[in-house]
């Protein structure tokens, strides 16, 4: 099914962020560079989505409960908000994202190939690297958000494509038994098909498909 999300405001989305920072800021070093660049990052994400009338559900750090939390709070689009290093944050968004789909932003400060790779493999739409300011954190979300709808889209059309494929083989096949079993014609066996279909109120395929399973108990 396909899974679309739209922006026309008031902005109804449901958001969370992850912060990877795994260290609190009352055990560290304040004058920490990576901690003062994490502090400072997610300020300006926090204002930005806020001015932008963005629901924050939750701020989630990426611990061993992320995926239990996520399951339960059912975001509509995920925000990661990571200094670095978030491949282990990603391989835990592969698990939820697998039966709910969802946008998913990652802004982070260090950008590298098997980090790219990941975000793409675990399917987020936007990746900004060194690039979290207040003004464009609702454009970078719009993005995202136009990104997931079209891949969705296109999963959606590459999947009825698939299924109807499927269904277009099942009736040859469901021709085929009806042919040699009767003696018929490819038109007649078509068409016998499509009589009985609409006389047991069943789509084609579904009545093509009976047909090759008692084909098979009989075999």
Same mark, same amino acid.
């Given at each position: 099914?396909?899974?679309?999300? !739209? ?12 912060? !990877? ?15 003062q660049r994490q502090t400072a990052r997610s300020l300006q994400l926090r204002i930005g989505l806020l001015q932008a009338g963005y629901n924050i559900m939750a701020v989630l750090p990426s611990d061993a409960y992320l995926v239990d939390r996520i399951t339960q709070l059912q975001p509509d689009l995920i925000i990661i908000d990571a200094e670095s290093d978030a491949r282990d #944050?990603? $391989?835990?968004? #592969?698990?939820? *994202? /697998?039966?709910?789909? /969802? ?5 982070? %400060?260090?950008? @590298? /190939?098997?980090?790219? $790779? ?5 399917? #987020? ?16 979300? %719009? ?5 997931? @709808?079209?891949?969705?889209?296109? =999963? *959606? ?15 040859? =096949? ?5 042919? %040699? =079993? @009767?003696?018929? !014609?490819?038109? $007649?066996?078509?068409?016998?098909? /499509?009589?009985?279909?609409? $006389? ?20």
């Amino acid at each position: 099914m396909e899974t679309s999300l !739209t922006l026309s405001p008031p902005h109804p989305l449901k958001i969370v962020v992850i912060n !990877t920072a795994v260290n609190l800021p009352d055990t560290e070093d304040m004058h920490d560079p990576a901690l003062q660049r994490q502090t400072a990052r997610s300020l300006q994400l926090r204002i930005g989505l806020l001015q932008a009338g963005y629901n924050i559900m939750a701020v989630l750090p990426s611990d061993a409960y992320l995926v239990d939390r996520i399951t339960q709070l059912q975001p509509d689009l995920i925000i990661i908000d990571a200094e670095s290093d978030a491949r282990d #944050v990603l $391989e835990e968004l #592969v698990i939820v *994202s /697998r039966d709910a789909p /969802r946008p998913i932003v990652l802004f982070t %400060e260090e950008g @590298n /190939r098997p980090q790219l $790779e990941a975000a793409m493999a675990a399917g #987020v739409a936007a990746y900004v690297v060194a690039g979290l300011h207040v003004e464009r954190v609702q454009p970078v979300l %719009e993005v995202a958000i136009a990104r997931f @709808n079209a891949d969705q889209k296109l =999963r *959606s059309e590459l999947s009825d494509t698939k299924l109807k494929l499927i269904e277009r083989k099942t009736i040859e =096949r469901a021709k085929g038994v009806l042919m %040699e =079993r @009767n003696q018929l !014609t490819e038109n $007649e066996a078509y068409q016998r098909l /499509r009589k009985q279909a609409m $006389e047991k109120n069943l789509k084609l395929a579904e009545l093509a498909q009976r047909i090759l399973d008692v084909a098979d108990l009989l075999s």
